[in-house]
């Protein structure tokens, strides 16, 4: 008999340190550069130096002859194969997606473009042959701003999508109606906003290593993904056209991903079919930073013409934003998605604005491809509205607490229907969030200061930023988000099989994956509350599609409150399953069986009882089991969401502005957030130190720039400025609690939350600090030069 347990000690909403990181810190994880496999080769890609130019001939004549090189191949030789696929076109409008061939054939259009790959027997050598192999272009004009890109005469990317551009759509009331409402407002506001181009810049790049069987024709792919199951599906059904069984995707442990890892790269696709071309010989490309920042995905890049309407009062009362969405040279495999769906319909916030339009057009440019970068299109909404609420604050003479507090969504609102399409808003409580943070930050004090200080006429200026977010994250369900609504070429329902084992051991596989997040922990915590089995007694498997059943994979805060309801759900079934077992065991009716803290007992009778280890014990053997009951305690959820989840809270930063110098303070930062329940408050709250420092590094450091020529001038860490620790503040973090009825654990998703507010605080804060002595907006990021020719300018 197995030994009965003391009852476990409950595990959600413990803080506890994630299960994950000795391995990580200490050297025993396993990276995809630390996977070796005999045999195996490298390539090395040959890369175009111009944003823009005709491939008149390549010549690889000496590249083939260097020691070492097993191979030179260029975009011909891999006709075979199809153009990456575009998996999600906006809905309900007309997309012109042009996707990358595995090697650029006859055109490139952007710098770093692959036009030829060297195999050989290591690295060093495949790179030494690639830069031996002579190209010769036919250099032709480029063009890198979104909205030029679509102007009359700007030079054209794709015949397939005249004038650049990939779509044109919108969401909200008719463009009369607004334009009605606009012209009877008490106060117009029209207003400029750029938000500019981001690197994500994971600690470690991307690479893919790929191996062909050529006894059974199959393959496996080691790739940094944060979907393997999608990747064997677009792979599989799009590129090679085989069987989807016939490729494996592992995903070996990955140093952060922040959206940059979801997509399908030409690298996956060549390292497969050069494997092949070698007679079955492992490939492995991984990339060095330079090449992550030229051809792995960048993020944001949005131009935005406002105009807006209010009340004196500072109600608003009407909003048309038109956007145009740098989409890079290239159509990537979510691009579409981000500036409609998730950006477009999410401008509201969380405020009631009753004439609200939103246009986009999405646009082809010499750059590397725009995709998901943390937050994906929520950052960029919450960086209009929260500027439009300052910006009336500004006009009216209203506070911008009081700005937002007039124009926040009830509690007995809920679910609300914002009018751009969005699915209706779960619950929220925005007012108690708000008020925290002033009450907590000492926002009437803050207030006083600053006036003293410009009174006094003092040099350093005072400047408060709020910003009160919603996003929406876990999003779903499949019908609204797929083909027939806005656009997703298949589901995002989410996997997981529990199977508890015949010494009481749990095996969890989810779909899920881990990029930093702290699955291992917080699933094993969710499991052993519900089955009340010890924690450390609970296994996460995940990432290799050959092992788990399929999943969409980790991002869009969709983790626990999708891939975490599925575990939910099949611990349930488990339970189910046990109860009936447990009720045969203690020849008791089924209804009289409770089930508490991993113990099966007879109301009424506390003698009588089974623990889960018992029951599995007995499952597992099958000795004695209910008539038509199959043995083992093994179930499997596949969970749609009946809706998406809408996270909030308010963040407050302040800073000191030194009008003399342009530099920049930042005195406090305050977040007081509401991710509904929380399973493991300590990884929730490194979720949101990580978030704020991302959102805050693109207000005050971060910004890709290329020259007109297209060529990256931010394309090393040199360049590029990535915040050290020491410029970030201590965080003040807070929450509320507002639990969602959208899944059974009341969650709603904390990845990406300090990314969505953080960066509207800081700029709020410092147009706050200096507004009244510049004209118009100072860019992102707020570098003290651009402060101080704002001000000096005005």
């Not at 008719?174 to 810049?201: C, F, G, K, M, Y």
């Not at 339009?357 to 970068?373: L, Q």
Request: hydrophobic share 40%; charged share 20%; with cysteine.
């Amino acid at each position: 008999m197995v030994a009965a347990p003391e009852a476990p000690e409950r595990m959600v909403g413990k803080a506890l340190k994630r299960r994950e990181d000795p391995r990580l810190i200490t050297g025993g994880a396993q990276f995809l550069d630390d996977v070796k496999l005999p045999g195996m080769t490298h390539a090395a890609f040959v890369r175009s130096p111009h944003a823009h130019a005709r491939i008149a001939s390549i010549d690889a004549s000496a590249a083939s002859s260097m020691p070492g090189v097993l191979g030179v191949f260029a975009g011909d030789d891999f006709m075979d194969l199809n153009p990456l696929p575009a998996a999600w076109q906006a809905g309900g409008v007309t997309n012109h997606p042009v996707t990358p061939r595995v090697l650029a054939v006859g055109e490139v259009h952007q710098v770093g473009d692959p036009v030829a790959v060297v195999v050989a027997e290591d690295a060093y050598q495949a790179r030494d042959a690639a830069q031996a192999v002579i190209v010769t272009w036919d250099p032709l004009p480029a063009v890198v701003d979104a909205k030029k890109a679509t102007e009359a005469g700007a030079p054209q990317l794709h015949e397939e999508a005249p004038n650049n551009i990939v779509l044109e759509w919108s969401c909200g009331k008719e463009a009369d109606r607004v334009d009605a409402a606009l012209a009877a407002a008490d106060v117009r506001i029209s207003h400029h906003l750029i938000n500019q181009r981001l690197i994500p810049t994971p600690m470690e790049p991307r690479g893919s290593i790929a191996r062909f069987d050529p006894a059974t024709g199959d393959y496996t792919l080691w790739a940094t993904s944060q979907a393997p199951h999608v990747h064997r599906l677009l792979l599989a059904a799009f590129v090679f056209g085989i069987p989807e069984q016939k490729i494996r995707v592992i995903a070996p442990d990955m140093g952060g991903g922040f959206g940059a890892k979801i997509f399908v790269y030409y690298d996956m696709a060549a390292t497969m079919a050069l494997s092949k071309k070698l007679g079955g010989r492992p490939v492995k490309f991984w990339e060095d930073r330079s090449e992550n920042y030229m051809t792995t995905t960048h993020g944001r890049d949005h131009i935005t013409d406002l105009e807006i309407g209010a009340g004196k009062d500072g109600s608003i009362t009407a909003l048309k934003v038109k956007t145009w969405a740098n989409l890079g040279a290239y159509f990537s495999t979510i691009a579409a998605g981000i500036p409609t769906t998730l950006y477009g319909r999410m401008v509201a916030g969380c405020y009631k604005i009753p004439n609200i339009r939103v246009d986009v057009v999405a646009a082809y440019t010499n750059t590397a491809m725009v995709d998901a970068y943390r937050g994906a299109g929520r950052p960029e909404a919450a960086y209009v509205i929260e500027r439009v609420c300052d910006l009336v604050a500004q006009a009216t003479g209203v506070d911008p607490a009081e700005v937002r507090r007039r124009n926040f969504i009830q509690p007995e609102d809920f679910p609300y229907d914002t009018g751009v399409g969005m699915l209706p808003y779960d619950s929220g409580n925005y007012e108690l969030t708000l008020d925290k943070a002033l009450e907590q930050v000492g926002y009437t004090g803050l207030r006083q200061e600053q006036k003293r200080r410009r009174g006094a006429g003092e040099r350093k200026l005072l400047g408060i930023g709020l910003s009160s977010y919603v996003e929406v994250c876990g999003v779903a369900p499949s019908k609204w988000i797929g083909l027939p609504g806005e656009g997703w070429g298949a589901g995002l329902w989410e996997s997981a099989n529990v199977k508890v084992h015949l010494t009481g051991k749990v095996v969890v596989t989810t779909g899920s994956l881990p990029h930093g997040q702290g699955h291992e922990t917080s699933f094993a915590q969710l499991v052993s509350d519900r089955l009340g089995i010890p924690y450390d007694d609970i296994e996460i498997e995940h990432s290799d599609t050959q092992a788990a059943p399929f999943g969409f994979g980790s991002y869009g805060s969709r983790s626990l409150s999708v891939g975490g309801t599925a575990i939910y759900k099949s611990v349930d079934k488990v339970v189910t399953k046990a109860m009936k077992l447990a009720a045969h065991m203690l020849e008791a009716a089924e209804d009289d069986i409770t089930f508490e803290n991993g113990v099966f007992s007879v109301k009424g009778s506390s003698e009588s009882s089974k623990t889960i280890q018992e029951v599995a014990l007995a499952a597992h053997v099958g000795y004695d089991l209910p008539e038509g009951m199959e043995p083992f305690l093994d179930e499997t959820t596949y969970y749609d969401p009946p809706n998406c989840t809408f996270p909030f809270g308010t963040h407050v930063c302040v800073v000191e502005v030194d009008t003399e110098t342009g530099g920049i303070d930042m005195l406090r930062y305050l977040a007081v957030d509401d991710v509904g329940n929380v399973v493991n408050p300590l990884i929730v709250d490194g979720q949101i130190h990580g978030g704020i420092a991302q959102g805050l590094a693109q207000a005050m450091f971060e910004g890709a720039v290329y020259d007109d020529d297209g060529q990256l001038l931010t394309g090393t860490l040199s360049d590029y400025a990535i915040p050290k620790a020491s410029q970030l503040p201590w965080y003040e973090l807070d929450r509320t609690v507002t639990p969602t009825s959208v899944n059974p654990m009341g969650v709603k998703g904390a990845g990406e939350a300090g990314t969505i507010a953080s960066t509207p605080a800081v700029a709020n804060a410092v147009n706050d600090a200096v507004g009244h002595l510049i004209s118009g907006e100072i860019a992102m990021p707020f570098t003290p030069e651009r402060v101080w020719r704002a001000i000096n300018a005005h």
